[in-house]
């Protein structure tokens, strides 16, 4: 079956601590992205990649970093210089055609203690 | 820049029909799309327009009015299942093309 797989759905981590977010997809897209969600919030994109070994930044890129060094993964790291980092986080990924259907993976819960 | 606006709350009974209005600011307009979160889980897309007019896929319709800057996602025969929120999100033809802009969402509730 193909689709998004994100790992771990739940995540604790101290403050101050650097975090790395999984993702991985079968479905040969070639951009992916990252977003944060907040309760009570839309989806605000963090980066995102068009092509392998390239990224650009979203809205909300400040103490976030990803690489791409593969099509099938986009990893997210919450670096110790987010001031907020306790979020949903979701990943997706696109053919980009007319209406860039985005396909969500199943979300990381991070909770920053 | 792009801004969306849409209900925070819509409530309805079983059965009902509903709307959820979508309104956008945005530089340059390419598509209007709609996605549906359950609690905790990942949206999942339900329909886009770039032309005006109705959209219909099964019990859901989309509509866009692009002189109106307006959208709306219309519910029918509503059931229990239905209760998530719903995201509008453009494309925006001045951004990168791929790119998604969010609305805050429209939390659905489904009453028996």
């Known amino acids: 079956d193909g689709g998004i797989t994100q790992s771990p759905k739940y995540l604790f981590r101290k403050e101050g601590q650097n975090v790395t977010l999984s993702c991985e997809q079968n479905l040969n897209h070639d951009a992916m992205y990252w977003y944060r969600q907040d309760p009570g919030q839309g989806l605000r994109l963090i980066y995102y990649?068009?092509?392998?070994?390239?990224?650009q930044k979203g809205d909300i890129a400040e103490g976030y970093s990803v690489s791409r060094e593969k099509k099938e993964s986009f990893p997210l790291t919450v670096t110790s210089a987010q001031k907020n980092p306790t979020a949903f986080y979701l990943c997706?990924?696109?053919?980009?055609?007319?209406?860039?259907?985005?396909?969500f993976g199943p979300g990381t819960r991070l909770t920053v203690l | 820049g792009q801004s969306l606006e849409q209900p925070s709350e819509v409530t309805a009974v079983e059965g009902a029909i509903v709307q959820i209005n979508c309104t956008y600011q945005t530089s340059g307009f390419y598509g209007l799309s709609w996605y549906q979160q359950h609690d905790g889980g990942a949206p999942t897309f339900l329909s886009y327009?770039?032309?005006?007019g109705l959209e219909e896929t099964g019990r859901f319709s989309s509509f866009l009015s692009r002189s109106d800057s307006y959208g709306y996602l219309l519910l029918q025969e509503l059931q229990m299942k239905d209760s998530a929120s719903y995201f509008c999100a453009v494309i925006d033809r001045g951004s990168t093309l791929g790119r998604l802009y969010f609305g805050r969402g429209t939390q659905l509730t489904v009453w028996p």
């Open positions: 990649s068009q092509i392998v070994n390239d990224f």
């Open positions: 997706a990924s696109s053919i980009q055609g007319e209406n860039n259907e985005q396909f």
């Open positions: 327009n770039a032309l005006d």
